[in-house]
């Protein structure tokens, strides 16, 4: 692909003017833009890390401050006829950083200060004064952008006092605004939650929250129609790269990136944008996890995490039924539940309707998948050195050891979880941790694999290898013996691991004792000859 093939992928641009003055691709939602400023309208949404929220902040900036100057060629420019306005914009990660309620207090009245004096402000950064200033303003005059509203309240989770504090001074400037709302053309604020800050929401409660409107699932991240048709030439270097037909690839990045749905009626589905973005831009990589390095640790989740467990791991696969009202409404701290938090950090994503206003909620892809194992795999090994456990080690060892020392290294790596906080009560948990803890190793397992007479435990690829694992748990070991032998004869019979993979085929049985809480008997299972 030459450099004129196409237009710069636009990786972490986040300014809407420089991004089209730069002649870098913008997937063209203004339709959808306009939709929501056309009339005077106070607007929420919140949206997970990476996927636009800034540059979307950015574009209603440019709109109203300069017209049509950035819009050339896109949707909106045969809708917008409205006039300019004065435009202040907000981002609230600038005074995520501070040292005690005091100082927050000072860095958001001088926030306010610098920001509001270009539209007239010349306070000495008061709220009374702010107020008073307000108050003179002519109606529908002022549009006011805030981009990452919950970045103060999630720096300091974890400190009530100062939490309390910086809600309290929050909630004043809401009560502000709401009280001279006469003068604001259109108010637009963005975030990754809707939580713990019940008192912002309710003092400004005229929001309308799009962040589940079906009308709005597609407003950011990529649809698959939209990656056909903007990214052309990067898909069909990245397909000459890795050798695949243009099917092949769509199914892998579908695989990879895709799932994401933020629409109520669970129909509308779409594609994390820095992730599609970085492959785009070095396919020759393969299909890496740009998540969880990026998006996939927001301070939000990992502030809640330092005093909140995560669910069992043995729950890493289960179907979790969650009602809209859990995602929609705005919680506190101590009741928000941590199935609607995953959903709102992009862990989690809305799957189906189950029935009027509950939906069923789950990974988006494999990518969120993995990442999500890899915060079960902090979890279960809390207080284990992972190296000294040898966690690194298992994939070279799938890759070339013997069974026995697979098994031992299994073992040592289930001894180091904590038995009491996370006991192995059955065959489902044993298969559950097992394939949290390749994935902790950055392996990609794959569970229950269908074949024509059944389905296989646990499937996995190291080197030349393909590995297939039949899990058994026994109370005792004479148990253990039995189903051992139960076990092979099962996975001979039902031709596990035949599946077209081109790798070396090595099945096991192995054998997990509730009495020993390890390993304690396995086989490997020679395929019979014909």
Known sequence: MTESAAHPLPIGSSTFSALRAGREIYVDKTALLYDLCRGRRKIFLSRPPRFGKTLLVSAFESLFKYGLRDFAGLDIEDLWKDQTYCVVRLDFSEIKEFGSPDDFQRQFLRLLQERFEDAGYAGTGDLLTFSTWLSKLPDTSLVLLIDEYDAPLTACLNNPEAFQAVQ????????KLKAHEGCLRFFFMTGITKLFITGIFSTFNNLTDVSTDACYGALLGYTEEEICRDFEPY???AQKLLKLSSAELLSKLREHYNGFCFDENAASHVYCPW?????LAAPQRG???????SGGQPSVLMQYLKHHKLEDPAKYNAAIGLSLADLSASQSITRISLEALLVQSGYLTIKKLLMPGYVEVGYPNREVSVSMARLYADELLRNADRIEIGLPRIEETLANGTLDQVVELFNCVFNSIDYQRYPVRDEHA???FLQVLLLGAAMLPQVEVHTSQGRSDLEVDAGHRHWVFELKFAQTM??????????????????YGQTPHNKKLTRAVLVFSAENRRFV???KVEQEKA
């Open 275 to 279: 992730s599609v973005l970085n492959f």
């Open 478 to 495: 004479a148990q253990a013996h039995r189903l051992l032998a139960e076990a092979v004869q099962q996975v001979q019979s039902r031709g």
């Open 430 to 432: 044993c298969r559950a």
């Open 235 to 237: 898909l069909e270097n």
């Open 521 to 523: 008997v396995w086989q």
């Open 168 to 175: 309290k001074l929050l909630n004043s400037f809401y009560l």
């Open 287 to 293: 299909f890496q996890n740009y998540w969880y390095q």
